[in-house]
């Protein structure tokens, strides 16, 4: 089993940067992949951002690549979504998740484990 723990969400205007953190228990982290995933007001939960278990593999959503780094610290059992250059379209509550394989989804169908998300609110 997995418990993930998001933090870092906030208000922040166009153009600035946050940086989310998930904090992971549970099953040995360094064993599985995690993404980003968001659900803006009105919207279905769209992915965002992937790593594989050892952070050598990436896969970023088109409306946030070139913006937003994905990253994992295996010491530290927390994967991380440092998003700059924010637009108000960011606008979302973002969930962690985890896949219990060594190699990343972007499907949310695929993941086994979420978090309870952290709210991100982008002013013009």
């Known amino acids: 089993q997995v418990h993930l723990v998001e933090s870092g969400g906030g208000l922040v205007q166009a153009g600035g940067s946050l940086r989310l953190s998930c904090a992971a228990s549970g099953r040995t982290f360094s064993t599985y992949a995690l993404a980003w995933f968001r659900q803006a007001p009105g919207k279905a939960r769209q992915f965002v951002a992937t790593?594989?278990?050892?952070?050598?593999?990436?896969l970023y959503s088109d409306s946030v690549k070139g913006r937003f780094t994905i990253s994992r610290d295996n010491a530290k059992n927390t994967v991380y979504l440092q998003m700059n250059g924010l637009k108000t379209d960011d606008t979302a509550v973002y969930y962690c998740?985890?896949?219990?394989?060594?190699?990343?989804?972007?499907?949310?169908?695929?993941?086994?484990?979420w978090g309870k998300g952290t709210l991100v609110t982008v002013s013009p």
């Open positions: 790593i594989n278990w050892d952070g050598g593999s990436t």
């Open positions: 998740a985890a896949r219990l394989t060594l190699l990343y989804s972007e499907d949310e169908e695929d993941m086994e484990y």
